[in-house]
């Protein structure tokens, strides 16, 4: 994204802000403009800003997070809004004033990737023209040659310790760029991430089976073994897969 999204802090508990401060700063789309410790205090910086999303929390003394969220709702341009809260009985509410996303404390890393994902895509204004496809394949280096690969027959991307894997229906290739770097220059075509070891193409997804803990397992086409996705990725992972 060209343009970086302003983001405004809002909890009177200054360890969470400074939490979230650190935690925020490993995303180069997120620039956080202020963290302020009142609602109050949070709604002057709204209006002076005009961040494009907060991060509130929610019980707060004088005015709450979900009376703060109810009043920006009015405005014109009201940012997005992501609670970020101990208490996950407010989730209900919450998104009846349009929560984009709710997050708990303490924060998970990959909760919040996920989410700063999330913002990203709602945020997004410039429709991908058709045309605008991206083309070219993935050079491959081995001892004897060069192969390349077509984003189109990778089924899945998996890093195991210190080895990136990319698996097409009936072979496996090392390379040597990490997960990151591949989920880069792969964002413009059909993959997800579905846990911190694995990428995977969404066209050869064929089922998701429930696990445990709001957990899944992932069936695909053309390959024997199952895919752990965390529960933290399910959300955009059907969002992603789903009509």
Do not use: C
């Not at 202020?34 to 929390?57: H, K, N, R």
């Not at 990151?180 to 075509?189: A, S």
């Not at 696990?211 to 399910?234: C, I």
């Amino acid at each position: 994204m060209k343009k970086r999204i302003k983001a405004l802090i809002i909890d009177d508990e200054r360890y969470s802000r400074e939490e979230l401060l650190h935690l925020l700063e490993a995303h180069d789309s997120i620039q956080v403009m202020g963290a302020e410790e009142s609602a109050t205090a949070g709604l002057a910086q709204i209006a002076d800003m005009e961040p494009d999303v907060i991060f509130l929390d929610v019980e707060m003394p004088k005015m709450s997070g979900m009376e703060l969220a109810k009043v920006i709702q009015k405005l014109k341009k009201p940012p997005l809004v992501v609670f970020a809260t101990a208490y996950p009985n407010f989730a209900a509410e919450a998104f009846r004033y349009q929560a984009i996303d709710y997050l708990l404390k303490p924060f998970d890393e990959e909760q919040l990737a996920v989410t700063v994902q999330r913002i990203e895509r709602a945020l997004q204004m410039t429709p991908v023209e058709p045309e605008a496809t991206p083309k070219g394949k993935l050079a491959v280096e081995g001892e004897k040659e060069i192969v390349y690969l077509s984003p189109s027959e990778m089924v899945y991307i998996s890093r195991e310790e210190n080895s990136t894997h990319i698996y097409t229906e009936n072979q496996m290739y090392e390379i040597k760029l990490t997960l990151k770097e591949l989920e880069q220059r792969l964002k413009d075509y059909a993959f997800v991430r579905i846990h911190k070891s694995f990428l995977v193409n969404l066209d050869y997804i064929q089922k998701l089976i429930p696990w445990f803990n709001g957990a899944y397992h992932l069936e695909l086409m053309g390959r024997k073994e199952t895919l752990p996705v965390s529960r933290n990725y399910v959300k955009s992972l059907r969002d992603r897969l789903e009509l």
